[in-house]
Nanobody, 116 residues
Framework: QVQLVESGGGLVQPGGSLTLSCAAS?????MGWYRQAPGKQRELVAT????????NYADSVKGRFTISRDNAKNTMSLQMNSLKPEDTAVYFC????????????WGQGTQVTVSS
């Protein structure tokens, strides 16, 4: 069982920046971020494979968000720039144990609010 601990959420003004971090307690194949706004389904934000660093971004965040990893520390970060009110959501760190199926793990979620 892998545990994920997120940090870095908060309140930011439109156009501002915020960085989210996620620490994994064990080895995983890939990590990523999903978000869920009130009344909406959880959606993909960005993912990255641990070894090769292959990334995948939602169209809505391309060019504004950057996902990165530190394999030595077993952490992953999401740098969010040019934030918009529609980015407001609970952001969840996620990880999976293998490329096909396997176990999927979730963090507890961290609130990001973009408002003036």
């Amino acid at each position: 069982q892998v545990q994920l601990v997120e940090s870095g959420g908060g309140l930011v003004q439109p156009g501002g920046s915020l960085t989210l971090s996620c620490a994994a307690s064990g080895s995983v194949y890939a990590m990523g971020w999903y978000r869920q706004a009130p009344g909406k389904q959880r959606e993909l934000v960005a993912t990255m494979t641990r070894r090769s660093g292959i990334t995948n971004y939602a169209d809505s965040v391309k060019g504004r968000f950057t996902i990165s990893r530190d394999n030595a520390k077993n952490t992953m970060s999401l740098q969010m720039n040019s934030l918009k009110p529609e980015d407001t959501a609970v952001y969840f760190c996620t990880a999976k144990s293998g490329p096909y199926g396997g176990s999927v793990y979730w963090g507890q979620g961290t609130q990001v609010t973009v408002s003036s």
